[in-house]
């Protein structure tokens, strides 16, 4: 009896990791679109698409604060399991791949000197963890990116970033 309440959260959690992602209100046909605002690193709007229940593409088009320039990435997600859901919300994980395009900030290493500014492409890595409010259709993604790639002039660029997203889905 005194270790059920020990191993109640233990079996709920590692039920959630092993199942798969389950359609919610939000990521259907008709709640397929999401549109808000991503708070942090970078700092703009973003919008995401669900092809299914478990993929999605996100774009966000931002810039860092207090550094300007032009910043924009689209990332190809993939949500394989819920680590909890209810009636009222789902709190899916996701990771993906994808591509940036940056201008007009930041340093870059080049031939042994730093460089400010130019722009910059390459790849993007990303994980996070959505909260999807069924009842409002709004969700709180909370995400982790690393961008690597070449600047316009040489230099290499590496960013690892955090931002906190809001979106409503229609």
Avoid: C
Avoid at 31 to 51: D, I, M, N, Q, R
């Amino acid at each position: 009896m005194t270790l059920l309440p020990l191993l109640l959260p233990i079996m709920t959690l590692s039920t959630g990791l092993s199942g798969t992602a389950q359609a919610s209100e939000i990521g259907t046909g008709a709640h397929a679109l999401g549109l808000g605002v991503a708070v942090g690193e970078p700092t703009g709007l973003s919008g995401k698409y669900y092809f299914g229940s478990t993929t999605a593409v996100e774009v966000v088009l931002a810039s860092y604060y207090g550094r300007g320039g032009v910043y924009v990435h689209g990332v190809h997600l993939w949500h394989p399991s819920v680590l909890a859901s209810d009636p009222s919300f789902e709190l899916p994980w996701h990771f993906g791949f994808g591509g940036f395009l940056q201008d007009g900030y930041d340093y870059g290493w080049n031939r042994n000197n730093w460089n400010i500014g130019g722009t910059a492409l390459g790849a993007r890595g990303q994980t996070g963890l959505d909260m999807n409010l069924n009842d409002i259709q709004l969700q709180i993604s909370a995400d982790l990116g690393l961008n690597v790639g070449v600047f316009s002039y040489g230099g290499l660029f590496y960013d690892l970033d955090f931002y906190l997203t809001v979106r409503y889905f229609f």
